[in-house]
């Protein structure tokens, strides 16, 4: 089973007057609240700084009702901001990436944070839900829950059935994850956990591979969507990697064991939006959410602009089931 795309996409696109999202808008995170699609999207300056900003849809997921002139989130820590010095290692710096999860009355969110002297580490903040719904942008400052030297990404966080929260993350080459009891994190003390999902030789997703929306409560226990690239081929027509979507179904209890995997994308670059772009040939998801029996995951295409795919629920989690997928 293939994702099905909107026949709209893309449904955001870089407004060359706000000069904070004029170069591209993608990989943005979502959630279904009050019967709306809110998308925290990431928005790529002029000067490369990535900040995030803020676009609701209707039910339907792919009808525009309100997208913001600024930005809710904006990079002000020295970990997410350009250094004076020479670029030495990541030429855009900010924050990158977010992907969020409703707790309780808050929404968490985890970010890459980017700066051009270290490795990319991963943020977290937080934001009441009441506020988040009526625009008072009141995040809590944000914290870097992954350890320095090592380069981190591709975050989420999601509480657990029986207590406790898991974190995933994406250290090279493949998904970490962390199981916590706690979301408060002390001075010095990071998220790591262990390398659980790894890619696979001979896949599509054989070099590496990370989460794409926060995993998903389905019958069968957790459904997660992810990224993954393969090994460059020297006789392909494409000069870079390609970046596809796949599946997995994880344990309820422990979502470190894989019950199912797709074996081939769900998800791949096709058109000519997720073919050419700033990076070509990639589709990337933060985002998804479940409206009734309809799976909606949102994407960025060619780190350029915002697409949305859909399918069938119970048809997407008994494709992989039944190893149709």
């Known amino acids: 089973m293939k994702l099905m795309r909107c026949k709209e996409n893309p449904i955001l696109k870089a407004i060359e007057e706000h000069h904070w999202e004029k170069r591209a808008v993608f990989n943005p995170a979502a959630i279904y609240l009050n019967g709306k699609v ?10 490369n700084v990535s900040s995030l900003g803020y676009a609701r849809f209707s039910e339907d997921g792919h009808t525009l009702e309100e997208r913001l002139e600024e930005p809710i989130y904006a990079p002000t820590e020295i970990f997410e901001t350009r250094n004076k010095g020479k670029w030495r290692r990541y030429p855009n710096v900010g924050c990158e990436d977010p992907r969020i999860t409703l ?17 990319t580490r991963v943020a977290l903040t937080s934001i009441r839900e009441e506020d988040f719904l009526n625009k008072e942008w009141k995040w809590e400052k944000p914290i870097l829950i992954s350890p320095p030297g090592i380069g981190d990404k591709n975050a989420c966080v999601i509480p657990l059935k029986k207590g406790g929260y898991a974190f995933f993350h994406r250290i090279y080459p493949g998904i ?16 790591l956990g262990k390398f659980w999902i790894k890619p696979r030789e001979g896949f599509w997703d054989s070099r590496k591979i990370g989460i794409a929306a926060p995993p998903l409560r389905i019958e069968e226990g957790w459904l997660l969507l992810y990224h993954g690239s393969s090994e460059r081929n020297r006789r392909s027509i494409r000069r870079s990697r390609v970046y596809r979507l796949g599946a997995i179904i994880l344990d309820e ?35 998804a959410v479940r409206i009734k029996d309809k799976l909606l995951v949102y994407y960025g295409g060619a780190d350029t602009v915002v697409g949305m795919a859909s399918c069938n629920l119970r048809e997407l989690v008994e494709g992989l089931k039944n190893g149709e997928i």
């Open 103 to 119: 707790i309780e009355d808050r929404i968490y969110m985890c970010y890459t944070a980017a700066n051009d002297v270290s490795n």
């Open 38 to 47: 809110h998308l925290v999207y990431r928005a790529l300056s002029g000067d």
């Open 176 to 191: 970490w994850i962390d199981i916590r009891s706690t979301l408060n994190f002390q001075k010095d003390e990071w998220m």
């Open 253 to 287: 209890d422990d979502p470190r064991k894989v019950l199912y995997r797709s074996k081939e994308p769900i998800l791949e670059p096709e058109e000519d939006y997720e073919l050419y772009g700033y990076v070509p040939n990639v589709v990337f998801s933060c985002g």
